[in-house]
């Protein structure tokens, strides 16, 4: 009986298969923490804005978004000093580059876009935007 010297192509196969999967689950956990953690504070910003938007089209008073030190407010738009309550980002590297928007009370509330980045890295951005007619995405 013959001993087998090299392996079959079965067994390079499998081999092969176990390594791509594995190299595959690497690239998906080496995501940037800084994109992810970015990403949830566009997708809830998203949420807010939607809610005041609906809120000032209910009430019939603009309202107004405003980047604050380590988050953001949204308040009356006619109004020059508030007592609203500022609204943390989940991730203390987040900032915004926009420094406010306004919400009209009418369906229509023209182009508006807000430029989200990582102190961490200012190469990582996202910006929340809309067209004015369809909801707040992020891109």
């Given at each position: 009986m013959r001993r087998q010297k090299a392996f079959t192509l079965i067994e390079l196969l499998v081999v092969l298969t176990i390594v791509a999967f594995a190299s595959g689950m690497v690239v998906l956990s080496m995501r940037s923490s800084g994109t992810a953690q970015l990403t949830?504070?566009?997708d809830r910003l998203i949420a807010h804005l939607e809610a005041?938007?609906?809120l000032a089209r209910m009430q019939g008073t603009p309202l107004r978004w405003r980047s604050v030190?380590?988050?953001f407010v949204i308040e009356p738009a006619l109004l020059s000093a508030s007592n609203a309550q500022a609204?943390?980002?989940?991730?203390?590297n987040t900032q915004s580059i926009t420094p406010s928007i306004f919400l009209s009370s009418e369906p229509l509330i023209g182009s508006q876009e807000i430029t989200l980045t990582d102190a961490s890295n200012n190469q990582v951005r996202m910006r929340v935007k809309t067209d004015g007619?369809?909801?707040?995405?992020?891109q």
């Open positions: 949830q504070d566009a005041a938007r609906a030190e380590k988050g609204i943390p980002w989940l991730s203390v007619l369809g909801p707040f995405i992020r």
